[in-house]
């Protein structure tokens, strides 16, 4: 605006210049003038106060300023946050409590009704890393695992885990203080039940006594067969106190889990150092199968039941081959009540 002003003043068609217009050159000059002499960066600095967050340090040259920032709330700044994910989700870390068996025991029933706890956060589905994905290393089972706080119990369960040879030592690799939880049954009840789900996935399957017998006229049992073999429960365990002491595996009677499901998770509960948040407010028994099931939460508009496979009608089976597989049973059963402190009266 002042260069258009002078420019006007000073055009051809001004024939003379006027007492304002000299004024206002001689203040426009002056101030070109001041602005050459005394920089306003120089100006800035006499005149100004220095910021909060810097100090500065003048050189004998009049314009050199060097500023260096001031650390303010050091101990703060130092100490890196915590990552978001970890603030809001937790992290993902390996199991400290491993439902390792067994097979139609109950396992699922187990891990169900546990995880109503808020402190247990669990894998949804069985991972097999101990007995057929071990050479996935750690970092992919702990990849599997849910997130969880630092308060809270991260588990997981795999049926395969008790009879498979390998397992205990490699858990004991992973850590020597994982909590073991098995639930076992009666191995006659348990073998039927094995393989009438085995029949419904492959109907041409041989019966059930053709698979379980040497020679049923000798009673000779076919221990090769998986569905026996599965309830040698003392040899089975035998492997597992090689590698962990009796006290660090819990045993969940997979009868007393059907009549009184929350005297059973009661008792896991005290094994994982969890305070009784499970309790019998949380179950109902389901007379169709037979099976309890839980309440409806508040958020849902159903009760939560077990699968379809969960109180599945059993096929029928010859009473004498029953009797003759509790005959077989029986001295097993002896041992391993003696093992354990407990008689779950298998007879």
């Not at 009797?323 to 009266?345: A, C, S, T, W």
Request: hydrophobic residues 35%; charged residues 25%.
């Amino acid at each position: 605006m002042a260069w258009a002003l002078l420019f006007a003043r000073l055009s051809p068609c001004s024939h003379r210049l006027t007492r304002t217009s000299l004024c206002f050159l001689s203040i426009f000059f002056t101030y070109v003038c001041y602005c050459v002499l005394f920089p306003a960066e120089s100006f800035m600095q006499k005149s100004a106060e220095p910021t909060p967050g810097c100090v500065h340090h003048q050189t004998k040259g009049p314009r050199t300023v060097e500023a260096h920032p001031v650390r303010l709330h050091t101990a703060t700044r130092d100490t890196p946050s915590p990552p978001l994910s970890s603030m809001k989700f937790g992290n993902k870390k390996l199991p400290k409590a491993i439902i390792v068996g067994v097979k139609k025991g109950g396992t699922r029933a187990v891990l169900e009704f546990i995880r109503i706890h808020p402190d247990v956060r669990a894998a949804g589905t069985e991972t097999h890393f101990f007995d057929r994905n071990y050479d996935r290393g750690l970092e992919w089972y702990r990849s599997l695992m849910p997130r969880t706080l630092d308060s809270q119990i991260t588990m997981e369960k795999t049926p395969s885990y008790f009879v498979t040879k390998d397992t205990p030592q490699r858990i004991s690799a992973m850590s020597r203080d994982t909590r073991l939880i098995v639930v076992v049954r009666d191995p006659v009840t348990r073998a039927i039940s094995d393989y009438t789900q085995t029949l419904s996935k492959t109907p041409d399957l041989p019966s059930f006594q053709e698979l379980a017998f040497r020679n049923q006229t000798l009673g000779i049992v076919d221990t090769s067969w998986n569905a026996i073999r599965i309830g040698l429960y003392a040899l089975h365990l035998d492997n597992w106190l090689r590698f962990f002491p009796l006290a660090q595996i819990h045993f969940v009677s997979g009868e007393r889990l059907i009549t009184d499901p929350a005297g059973e998770l009661a008792r896991v509960q005290d094994f994982l150092g969890l305070k009784r948040i499970v309790t019998d407010k949380h179950f109902y028994f389901n007379r169709t199968k037979g099976f309890p099931c839980l309440k409806k939460p508040e958020s849902s508009g159903s009760p939560r039941c077990l699968g379809k496979s969960k109180g599945r009608t059993h096929v029928q089976i010859d009473r004498d081959a029953i009797e003759q597989l509790r005959d077989f049973y029986r001295p097993y059963n002896i041992r391993f009540y003696e093992m354990v402190g407990h008689d779950f009266k298998w007879e």
